[in-house]
């Protein structure tokens, strides 16, 4: 069975840097799109980053542009999400999630059929 297992959440004041780490269990990792999603209370889930399988290629949401920064270590199973400048308004639950399927990224949740328990981020200003 396929597991996702998120870990690096925390409380931070505004301006800190976090680190997200997921361990993916799966074998055949560098087929798999990976992407983080964010759930702020009473939103929809945002797709914040997202890195492509094959061609590596890396989405962010203008939101998070140049503050995020998306990797992976494919022998290690692991994807990872770097924040730095962090904001009050990047409160939320943080999901990793994993794509075998789709040719692009995906933005919707329903385009990734793996997901972490999810890890809470709190900022205070």
């Known amino acids: 069975q396929v597991q996702l297992v998120e870990s690096g959440g925390g409380l931070v004041q505004a301006g800190d840097s976090l680190r997200f780490s997921c361990a993916a269990s799966m074998s055949g990792f560098i087929h798999y799109t990976m992407a983080w999603f964010r759930q702020a209370p009473g939103k929809e889930h945002e797709l914040v980053s997202a890195?492509?399988?094959?061609?590596?290629?890396?989405y962010y949401s203008d939101s998070v542009q140049g503050r995020f920064t998306i990797s992976r270590d494919n022998a290690k199973n692991m994807l990872y999400l770097q924040m730095n400048s962090l904001e009050p308004e990047d409160t939320a639950v943080y999901y990793c999630?994993?794509?075998?399927?789709?040719?692009?990224?995906?933005?919707?949740?329903?385009?990734?059929?793996?997901w972490g328990q999810g890890t809470q981020v709190t900022v205070s200003s």
């Open positions: 890195m492509h399988r094959t061609c590596g290629s890396i």
């Open positions: 999630a994993a794509d075998r399927h789709n040719l692009y990224i995906g933005s919707r949740p329903t385009d990734y059929d793996t």
